[in-house]
């Protein structure tokens, strides 16, 4: 019998997660770099203004939304969910010890972890013991191990009930992927009948599917899925191919043609759509597939930065003998484009490839010019953006050679060449995504070369036309500096500080903006009816007031001790009215076992407006989460020990890392305060450290110590100034010399916005602004409890 469904290296992603939706954080770890893109813009947290009716800022406190903890309005729990859930919880306070082991077996798996969880399960009994199992079979699976996990998830249904439907399902993948099917059948047969409230159940079907198809019954398998063709999870990509697999298997081969071609093309970046290829060419109908929708799945997997699979498709299609001369070459510049973004392109590569007076001939000539660039060879990037202005004169390759030249001359300090590219591309193209930025960047530079009139010119325009970028805070701020220092027009400045004040609550502009208005003193702002119409992001319905009763909380509770991250945010989605606070469960969740870098994430994720919302229209849970005081007592000794604002490091170590100990970057900076081995060294050498080891930079309190000796000694290298500081700790101290003998700065606001990487720019607002809202927050905890004691 063949097996139509194999799990392979897939496990993790699909059998593991199943049907049920994705956690609101996402992979990765948030940490700077000292490499900084030529072309591309990072991009910013910030949010977009949006325009309606507005109040001056001295009225924002009044009008804003006050919070206060509120009940929220739900349904009673009914008799059996509330023995439910107090099940639940006596499964949880039973297996708590178990979350330490079950977190560290989760995401390191080694021999030492398995032993340590093992040896827990079987010294307990109960739903501890059962937990222990759940996480041992949840480890197993992740490791293709699927005689183990059966046996886990076996012993986890003996010897507790209150993770029963999430044993039960997954078990049955473990026996599918063990070809134990009568096994898996038994299961899932009665799986809705019995788990009716699992968040399983919508995964069932396709799962039940699948066991048919390695039973060798297809029109078992039709059976199941025709019976939920009109629900939800017949768009998904998991059911569409087990459908095409039914109708290939019952001999069905144009419908299953069909599915495997709509698998492919519709859901380019999935693992299905790597079956559904591999089957279309079983099938011999790879040709069913036209070249231009091969194209396009290529250009899917280019843009999702996938550059080595689309590599592959690009140079496969142009060796396909149906592929004409123009479009082969169309696709040999498309690959050569992606071998531009692994850095292995060569000229000679380019040579190879005719040139022609289309799009593709516009692409092969822009990467012509990047080449060019990279030798800093300006004369032949001159010429070729030049040739590509007459040749292709509205081409999008047109619209990067002109963005990319613009920040290679910025880079160079010839801000006049600059100038003249960023411009050249505004006007050509007004609607592309560099043209906000590309506009802004010409204002900003045109002011820095003295250029006031024009660059006030430009910074109205940019309020006018680019009214959502993220570059309007920097704008309204600069005009109104503009209207200050040069126009001597101080009604109109203070309008322009106030609105930056007002819509941008918690930006790097906007405090400045507050002192600048201070400067000012009593100066009645103009009346600007385009600045009064815009408003910040609205605020929704958010409470603090979690029903710790509910099932599905308390089961995801339950699951973090069980090591079951992945199910946290869809266990908690399950639950009534969990959009009103369910980032705040799962957050608080995260955050009870330490990992407060992902609760961030979530937060940040459910929240991205919190920087524009004022202290008290957000529950204070929320603002803690958003930036915690990990490891307080020690950022506050060490702090004090060298001389620094606890703040300061707290906010630092929320740019750099979240607050995540374990965090290495891709330039092995280790730790909560990214140090590089070599520093951490030198650190500990200063402070009497023996045998250091760069693992050590992953313990916080080393880390923490270390680190604030060496920020320390980055401030005393400029002068104390933090701008500077955190620029050098971000980009190196070299590149801050350099940036500093640019020019005379009238204040550290424009050396700030002169910075011309953008990620750095925006570490050094975000550090700033983290400060500040770290100190608005703990004022506000002091008001709150000076409060309640009266």
């Known amino acids: 019998m063949s097996r139509v469904f194999s799990g392979g290296n897939k496990v993790a992603a699909l059998v593991i997660a199943g049907a049920v939706s994705a956690s609101c954080w996402s992979q990765g770890t948030s940490s700077s770099s000292t490499t900084h893109k030529k072309h591309t813009s990072t991009t910013s947290s910030t949010h977009t203004a949006k325009k309606t009716t507005t109040h001056s800022v001295e009225h924002k406190t009044s009008t804003a939304t006050h919070h206060k903890s509120t009940h929220t309005k739900r349904r009673p729990l009914s008799a059996k969910a509330k023995a ?5 919880h006596q499964a949880f306070v039973a297996s708590s010890q178990l979350r330490p082991m079950a977190q560290q077996l989760a995401t390191m798996r080694t021999p030492a972890a398995y032993a340590g969880v093992s040896a827990y399960a079987r010294s307990h009994s109960g739903e501890a013991s059962a937990a222990a199992y759940m996480a041992l079979g949840h480890a197993y699976l992740l490791d293709l191990k699927f005689p183990d996990a059966v046996t886990a998830f076996h012993q986890a249904n003996v010897q507790g009930q209150a993770l029963d439907d999430y044993a039960d399902y997954l078990e049955a993948q473990a026996d599918l992927q063990s070809n134990n099917l009568a096994q898996a059948e038994t299961i899932l047969s009665s799986f809705v009948q019995k788990h009716p409230d699992s968040i399983f159940v919508h995964s069932v079907p396709v799962l039940q599917a699948n066991l048919f198809l390695q039973e060798g019954d297809p029109q078992a398998a039709l059976h199941i899925l025709d019976a939920h063709k009109d629900e939800n999870i017949a768009n998904h990509a998991d059911y569409q191919l087990a459908l095409a697999k039914s109708y290939q298997m019952a001999g069905r081969l144009p419908e299953a043609t069909q599915l495997f071609r709509r698998t492919f093309l519709g859901f380019p970046l999935s693992y299905e759509a790597t079956q559904a290829k591999a089957q279309l060419a079983a099938l011999g109908a790879t040709s069913s597939l036209t070249i231009e929708e091969r194209s396009h799945h290529a250009e899917a997997l280019y843009k999702a930065g996938r550059f080595n699979e689309a590599d592959d498709e690009y140079r496969a299609l142009a060796n396909d003998p149906s592929v ?4 082969k070459n169309s696709l040999l510049v498309a690959a050569a484009n992606c071998d531009w973004k692994l850095k292995h392109l060569s000229k000679d590569a380019l040579d190879r490839i005719p040139d022609s007076d289309d799009e593709t001939g516009a692409r092969r000539m822009y990467l012509y010019m990047e080449l060019a660039r990279d030798k800093d060879d300006g004369e032949t990037q001159r010429s070729i953006v030049e040739q590509m ?63 006031y009139s024009e660059a006030a010119r430009l910074m109205d325009e940019q309020i006018a036309v680019y009214h959502g970028g993220k570059e309007i805070p920097s704008a309204l701020y600069w005009r109104g500096r503009l209207y200050q220092n040069q126009e001597r027009r101080p009604e109109m400045a203070a309008v322009y500080y106030h609105t930056v004040a007002r819509i941008y609550r918690h930006y790097y502009y906007a405090s400045i903006a507050q002192q600048r208005l201070a400067e000012l003193g009593s100066v009645t702002p103009a009346n600007v009816a385009s600045l009064e119409a815009m408003h910040p992001e609205p605020i929704p319905t958010l409470t603090d007031d979690i029903p710790e009763d509910d099932p599905h909380v308390v089961r995801a509770h339950l699951l973090a001790n069980a090591g079951l991250n992945e199910y946290i945010a869809p266990e908690i989605q399950a639950a009534d009215g969990s959009d009103e606070w369910g980032a705040l469960a799962e957050a608080k969740i995260y955050a009870s076992y330490g990992e407060n870098w992902r609760a961030m994430r979530c937060m940040k994720r459910a929240l991205p407006f919190y920087t524009s919302a004022p202290i008290d229209s957000l529950p204070m849970e929320y603002w803690r989460i958003l930036f915690p005081q990990a490891y307080w007592s020690t950022i506050k000794s060490e702090s004090e020990k060298n001389g620094l604002d606890p703040y300061m490091v707290a906010s630092l170590i929320r740019q750099e890392t979240e607050f995540n100990p374990a965090a290495i970057s891709n330039k092995s900076a280790y730790g909560l305060m990214q140090l590089l081995p070599s520093v951490g060294k030198s650190m500990a050498k200063e402070e009497g450290i023996h045998h250091f080891e760069a693992n050590d930079l992953l313990n916080p309190d080393t880390n923490i110590r270390l680190g604030t000796r060496y920020l320390r000694q980055t401030l005393e290298k400029f002068n104390s100034q933090p ?12 590149r801050v010399t350099d940036w500093q003998s640019i020019g005379h700065y009238s204040g550290m606001d424009e050396f700030v916005e002169s910075i011309p990487f953008t990620e750095t720019r925006e570490y050094v607002q975000a550090i700033i602004r983290n400060e500040e809202i770290y100190r608005e927050l703990d004022h506000a905890s002091t008001q709150q409890s000076a409060s309640a004691t009266k």
Do not use: C, V
């Open 324 to 327: 004409t001369d123009g479009l």
């Open 389 to 451: 202005e007459t040749r292709f004169p509205s081409s999008p390759w047109l619209n990067e050679a002109l963005y990319s030249s613009g920040n290679m001359y910025l880079l160079r300090k010839d801000f006049p060449t600059a100038i003249g590219y960023y411009g050249e591309l505004a006007k050509r193209f007004p609607k592309s995504s560099y043209a906000p930025s590309a506009h802004w960047r010409a204002a900003w530079l045109n002011y820095r070369t003295g250029q």
């Open 84 to 88: 439910k859930s107090q099940k639940l």
């Open 723 to 734: 701008e500077y500081t955190f620029a050098a700790y971000n980009a190196g101290d070299n």
